[in-house]
């Protein structure tokens, strides 16, 4: 009995780790005062600023099209890769293929953001293209990372997959492609929306690798953030992060109560 | 009967080919580049390094390959200190995080089966809103006139506001705070396997609690540990945004220096030195976690 009311009080104590920042995020966010941590009354005047500030809507709705543009990629090819790494069994090359797929989780961001950098000034070099960076450069380096959390997503779903279905299918003469799209789709599909989203907030999220691979006039929202953040407190980007808590966890307990019901 | 064969052979590679080009092509080759230009000379100009293999007049490829970057790295005092810097902080960042992640992933793992989806899925979702924004709420909370002093003064705990932003201390909070979902996790992961009827035999035997979670649950839960660690371990090491929010003057890591090499030197050479040996540093803990992954993998499977 002690021991289990020891384990709750970690809990407690962690989740309360976890959530302080955030919900101080959000407090703050409605303080009239300028100065963070003194309550100067109710406000809501710093979301007003937010959307007037011209800067970071232009860079919101280029980091939100950055992000889309990824995290569709990232499903494409992470399910593919997933496909190769289930029902593949052994071929030459798989001990690259899943070296490569794995190491961008565990990469440190500055050294992809660098590497990638070189990529496209040596093929710009080479080939002409991507002519300069931005949009193309940033969708492309948050594709590659992307794809690895999708894989890793998708491939686990596989995994666990009954192959029947498939086969019955195939008995009956359908195509593997339309197997796939038919049959296989359909029942991982939670897992490719799971992998979408990911693939989507890792985009939205990124500063490091798109500080690397952005140019003049391609300014993302987290480099901007992270701009004006390092200069000092900023009120407008507690009104932003509250803006995003709220949007993550309504979409977050949509699709709880979407999984929840089917069951 | 052989042309539906042949189609569906060709269908299988393209499925293995469009990943497999697009990880050569945007992963593979750009770590290939750093390794290169890491032995290029830094020049002005665009792309300011020298070219590592020159076509000489006799048509006789001259490689110049030089360590220069390297010894350099060695010679600054400010980039091994950096080095060891990254390596310490991580470090202790990811026994801070096992030693608070444990708790809450044991503790999940042992609630009632209802209600661990809904405490994981609280465990994630700090994950899943703004890394940056997150970190950002930290200095308002751990300035000198931020919230946490504030508490601290209005309880009478101290007089005086306590330094933590702009120190390694407000490093390691940041860490741990932005890290312990990697961390809890794979331990959840391990943990919820794990066969209560082990436990229950260890007690019928006279083991006391303690005795039991010594002998059964920590050893078998040592692949989530490790697992745990990795995630944590490799990307504190070249964390960037962290240490340059949170961090102060003197909180040099090796993120932040390659950063500041690439970016305001402009000696890409040295930068591409750097990121080869924060790589070095990183081999075995990648190597070894993926080994872990294929394994674990292939338990699933079965």
Redesign the interface.
Known sequence: MR??S???T??L???A??????A??MV?SFNASR???VWGGFSTKWYGELLQNQAYLDAGWLSLKIAATSATGALI??T??A????R?GR?R?RLL????????L???????G???L??F??LQ?LIGWPDGRGFTTIA??H??VG?AYATVVI??RL??MDESLEEAAMDLGAR??KVFFLITIPVIAPSLAAAWLLAF?LS??D??VA??VSGPGSTTL?IE??SS??LG?SPQ?NA??TI??VA??VI?GVA?RLSTRKR | MRVAGGRREWGRRLVLAVPYIWLVVFFLTPLLIVAKISFSEMRLGIPPYEPLIDWAQSGVAMVRASFNNYALLFEDDLYVQAYIQSLTIAGISTLLCLLIGYPMALGIARAPERSRGPLLLLVIVPFWTSFLIRVYSWMSILRDEGVLNHALMGLGLIDEPLVILNTDWAVYVGIVYSYLPFMVLPLYATLEKLDPSLLEAAADLGARPIRAFLAVTLPLSLPGIVAGSLLVFVPAVGEYVIPNLLGGGDTQMLGKALWDVFAQTRDWPSASALAVAMLVALVIPIALFQRLQTRLEEEERR
């Open positions: 021991r289990s020891a384990l709750t970690a809990l104590f962690g989740y780790f976890l959530y302080a920042p955030i101080l995020l703050y100065e963070v941590s090819l992470g593919l890769a496909l190769v790494l289930v593949y071929f090359g293929f899943n070296g490569l797929i794995t190491a961008p565990v990469m440190p961001e500055i050294i992809l660098l590497a990638m070189l990529l000034v040596a070099d492309i380096a594709t590659t794809m491939r686990s995994a666990q593997p492609i907030t939205l999220d500063v490091v500080q690397f987290p953030v992270f953040v390092r407190v980007v932003l992060g995003i808590v993550v966890a977050i709880w």
